[in-house]
């Protein structure tokens, strides 16, 4: 999940930027609402975790802007002002969800998670390739029932790949999806973490390689739901 942190209190936008992070997220900063405006429009990000009281823009500003564009960016509305009103206005003006400061760390995680569930196509809550099983929730993989150690980077990969159900995903989307903004494009990591993760996963292989395209789960071993 790609996550925008919009807020100019730096100790707390740092605060969740880590947070978030340790959660499996690739997340990125902006301290200036002029600056996060345009980041939201560069990257396609899933959630915006957005203040209210921004110096350059308005949260208020950018958050019509990004409704007003069609975007899928769902949009986390932080403020230091938690009345009724307060709420509701910043509802009107499409945020999808609101919080009140101060708040507790695993609140937002969760809401976070909510809204990041909304911004893309539904998948199943636990997705099983052959003998493969991933629970996205709870950041746990196993195959053949034997539990499988990942690090963040290989799990973030793996979910996107299985998220795309057997379509093509380009090293490029995974970069996008999986690492922040600080990663040179040019980096071969995406590389590197799939050879990794093909060699967690063992034998038989589940993840091909198209060349010049990028990589799928193989065919006749599309995800589905546990139990289904």
Known sequence: MRVLVVE??????????RGLR????????????SVGH???????????????????MHGDQICADLVSSGTLTRVLMLTASGTVADRVEGLQLGADDYLPKP??????VARVRALGRRATP????VLAVADLVVDPARRVATRAGVPVDLTRKEFGVLEELLKARGAVVSSEELLERVWDANTDPFTTIVRVTVMTLRKKLGEPPLIETVVGAGYRVLEGQLPGQVGA
């Open 38 to 56: 345009e980041m939201a429009f560069v990257t396609r990000y899933d959630v915006l975790v957005l203040d209210r009281d921004l110096p350059g």
């Open 8 to 17: 100019d209190e730096r100790n707390l936008a740092d605060a969740i930027v």
């Open 122 to 125: 539904a998948a199943p809550p």
């Open 22 to 33: 340790r959660k499996g997220m690739a997340v990125d900063v902006a301290y200036d609402g």
């Open 103 to 108: 708040f507790a760390f695993d609140e937002l």
